[in-house]
């Protein structure tokens, strides 16, 4: 629950994010009053009845921001079987067998697994064959698809088929896996846990884009989760009550207080790669399996436009999920014609042209470079040369788009560090990094991580966080990026703000 929002810190190092912003040489105190940063000096004289700390030398940076979780999955998957480790339908259904042998009267619940890099196909018929009476929901590390068994395609209502449910259909389906695991892990106290893991890693927010959820799901848990800043988003389905309610994209929710607000309106325009429903202008290099050889879009150009004009005029920005070269084309011309805002989610693949007009609209790259650790071998086998222009983080960058970074939990880890290593170093094993021509600075994706914040300075948000390390890392030499990348992985909070209140403390 919410505490003292008022706070003196002494003996801190501002770290420099800002562009052009040397930073402060020495030690400073940083006063926080209800909320706000109100002074950053030496000396400073504490309130009467306002808490101190010492920071005792320890760098300063604005709180984290990871604007792409699902937040109920994410809190979910801790429960779940790890198929990350399959490389092969029958690995995975070795995994779920031993799962199935060990507790025979449970559904299992699997995820992560990685199906395009298989060789074939799977079917139900052979899950079927390995988990007789056991419900079981095997569920894509990019959440675009999940292979079910009969028992449980028939359990969620789905009809039965010998192949997986995908994109629209497994969307719409997700809401009812509650009813097939019964306490669906995602009470307050489970997702107190998950507020308390994020502010250990320096998050003092995040956009939550859990599917078929609603900012209202969020006023009902905020007492007891009361924790960071959310910013609940909407879908499709729950838009007309959404502006029914006269909600806002900034606005308070109802019945909470100023860290939890409206949100987005999330549209899903096309797949992703794993599926290779992802919307490219040319097909994939396995065509020949597809029905659809470059993907395709989810919703025709005129829906699409249809829903961000709607949004627009509620008052509500649009993240537009665009993977593929032509769904990020596709958006963008929405944008352009409704004169909505917001945001591109993912742009894994874009044309350059595409990145000038991202820019020129004013709409954000919301981005996730963990992604490119995991996508790095499927993309250059089904997408080849057009690597080059996946995860482009450096022309974007160049180009004047804003930069905002996530995980897109639980397809990668909620976990800042992780993500900011993998645009600075483009690479999570022995091998160089990856396209390392479109990496960033420490500097760049640390400002591209604090929504908007990248100073610490009278005015700016009381959300701060205190690192035993700098993050910039000034100390290293700035061309070896893999000592770069391993350095920031290791990076955690000692301490964590949000609105004045202290929500971590290592120490």
Not at 287 to 300: C, F, I, K
Request: with cysteine; hydrophobic share 40%.
């Amino acid at each position: 629950m919410r505490g003292v929002t008022s706070i003196l810190i002494r003996n801190a190092r501002v770290v420099p994010l800002g562009d052009g912003e040397r930073g402060v040489d020495r030690p400073v105190d940083i006063a926080v009053e209800q909320g706000v940063v109100t002074a950053v000096g030496t000396g400073l004289d504490r309130p009467d009845g306002v808490d101190e700390v010492d920071a005792g030398g320890r760098w300063v940076i604005p709180g984290l921001w990871d604007q792409h979780v699902h937040m109920a999955q994410w809190t979910l998957t801790s429960g779940r079987l790890d198929l990350a480790p399959a490389k092969s339908p029958e690995q995975a259904l070795r995994l779920v067998a031993e799962r199935v042998a060990e507790y025979p009267d449970l559904p299992v619940i699997g995820w992560g697994h990685r199906s395009g890099i298989w060789d074939r196909d799977v079917t139900v018929s052979e899950l079927d064959a390995v988990t007789g009476d056991t419900a079981v929901v095997l569920i894509s590390g990019d959440g675009h698809h999940a292979w079910l068994n009969t028992i449980a395609l028939m359990h969620l209502a789905m009809p039965v088929r010998d192949s997986v449910v995908r994109e629209a259909e497994w969307f719409a389906a997700y809401p009812r896996l509650a009813s097939l695991v019964g306490t669906d892990g995602t009470s307050p106290e489970a997702y107190r846990r998950t507020l308390d893991f994020a502010a250990a890693k320096g998050i003092v927010g995040f956009t939550d884009f859990e599917f078929g959820s609603g900012p209202m799901d969020w006023v009902e848990r905020w007492a007891g989760c009361d924790v960071l800043r959310v910013r609940a988003a909407t879908y499709d389905q729950h838009l007309d009550d959404v502006i029914a309610l006269g909600l806002r994209t900034g606005d308070t929710l109802p019945g909470c207080d100023d860290r939890a607000t409206m949100g987005p309106l999330k549209i899903i325009s096309d797949g992703s790669l794993n599926t290779r429903t992802a919307w490219c202008c040319e097909p994939y290099g396995d065509a020949h399996r597809l029905e659809y050889p470059a993907g395709q879009p989810n919703l025709s150009g005129d829906e699409l436009r249809a829903l961000l004009g709607k949004a627009h005029a509620g008052g509500l920005e649009v993240a537009t999920h665009a993977i593929g070269d032509a769904a990020v084309a596709e958006a963008l011309a929405s944008y352009a014609a409704t004169g909505a805002r917001g945001s591109i989610e993912h742009a894994q693949l874009a044309n350059r042209a595409d990145i000038r007009r991202m820019a020129e609209l004013g709409i954000r790259a919301s981005v996730q470079p963990a992604h490119l650790l995991d996508d790095r071998d499927l993309t250059e086998k089904i997408w080849g040369e057009r690597s080059e222009r996946c995860f482009a983080f450096r022309w974007m960058l160049d180009d004047g788009v804003e930069l905002a970074l996530g995980s897109d939990a639980p397809v990668s880890p909620l976990d800042p560090w992780l993500a900011i290593a993998a645009a600075v170093h483009r690479s999570d094993d022995e091998r160089d990094p990856w396209h390392g021509e479109q990496a960033l600075t420490t500097r760049e994706a640390l400002a591209a991580s604090v929504d908007g914040q990248p100073t610490v300075a009278p005015g700016s948000r009381g959300d701060l966080v205190l690192l035993d390390h700098d993050p910039l890392l000034r100390d290293h030499d700035q061309q070896d990026t893999a000592a770069l990348g391993q350095a920031l992985r290791g990076m955690g909070s000692a301490l964590t703000l949000v609105a004045g209140s202290v929500v971590h403390t290592a120490w």
